[in-house]
């Protein structure tokens, strides 16, 4: 059984209701009350999204998307010295990766998503 979203009132919120796209979800009878987006399926981002190989250490790769939030209206400039400053940017180990991940968070917060 999907799990179920049922009777709820949802005020002044920017998006109601979000879950993965693939998500088996029930959404029946809310209100939604000035907001912005009731209900919003969207893709998970994934590490190759973020230019990041499979097999990276995890608790690297979540230490840099703390430290990113940090900045989130960060230039390009400034998320590639975040990455570059960090231990994943060590473990990445070459300039080219480093600003292909630093691109990608830009671009990635700049469309609107949400990093994790």
């Known amino acids: 059984m999907p799990p179920l979203v049922f ?3 949802i005020y002044g919120a920017k998006v109601g209701v979000q879950a993965p796209a693939n ?3 029930d959404i029946i009878n809310n209100n939604f009350h000035g907001v912005e987006v009731a209900v919003n399926f969207k893709e998970p981002i994934t590490l190759e999204m973020l230019g990041i ?5 995890s608790d690297q790769v979540s230490e840099l998307v703390r430290e990113f939030r940090k900045t989130p209206d960060a230039s390009v400039e400034q998320a590639t ?4 400053a960090s231990r994943l940017g060590q473990w990445l180990g070459n300039a080219e990766k480093v600003a292909k ?3 990608s968070l830009v671009a990635l917060v700049k469309a609107g998503q949400d990093l994790f």
């Not at 010295?81 to 570059?84: D, G, Y």
Request: aromatic share 0%; no cysteine; charged share 5%.
């Open 7 to 9: 009777g709820n009132n």
């Open 23 to 25: 998500a088996d979800v």
């Open 81 to 84: 010295a975040i990455v570059n």
């Open 101 to 103: 991940v630093a691109n």
């Open 53 to 57: 190989p499979i097999g990276a250490p």
